[in-house]
């Protein structure tokens, strides 16, 4: 078993930043890929990020260029930070672990989540 633990979120105005972190207990060991998710309320669960082992991240279209992920495997945590954020980005942001080391959008890669932490931004 895996736990997933995500904190950071909160309320921001548009053009405004946070950051996000996840942190990782349990059978942690392997170089599994990982990943931030978001949900807006009526929306289908979408990919924002994902990320190997090693740290190289690959990021949706919406949101390239305004956030950074990046994990810290010696501490069993990886972070998203978000800067320049807009409406479009409020939801509700999940961590997740995949069942291999290659990173992937679907859902169905990843078998932990985290409990999710919202983000609002208001215009």
């Known amino acids: 078993q895996v736990q997933l633990v995500e904190s950071g979120g909160g309320s921001v105005q548009a053009g405004g930043s946070l950051r996000l972190s996840c942190t990782a207990s349990g059978r942690t060991a392997g170089r599994d890929a990982m990943a931030w998710f978001r949900q807006a309320p009526g929306k289908e669960r979408e990919c924002v990020a994902a990320?190997?082992?090693?740290?190289?991240?690959a990021y949706g279209d919406s949101v390239k260029g305004r956030f950074t992920f990046s994990r810290d495997n010696a501490r069993n945590t990886v972070s998203l930070e978000m800067v320049s954020l807009n409406t479009e980005d409020t939801g509700v942001y999940y961590c997740?672990?995949?069942?291999?080391?290659?990173?992937?959008?679907?859902?169905?890669?990843?078998?932990?989540w985290g409990q999710g932490t919202q983000v609002t931004v208001s215009s």
């Open positions: 990320i190997t082992w090693g740290g190289k991240a």
């Open positions: 997740a672990r995949s069942i291999s080391s290659k990173p992937d959008a679907s859902r169905e890669r990843y078998r932990y």
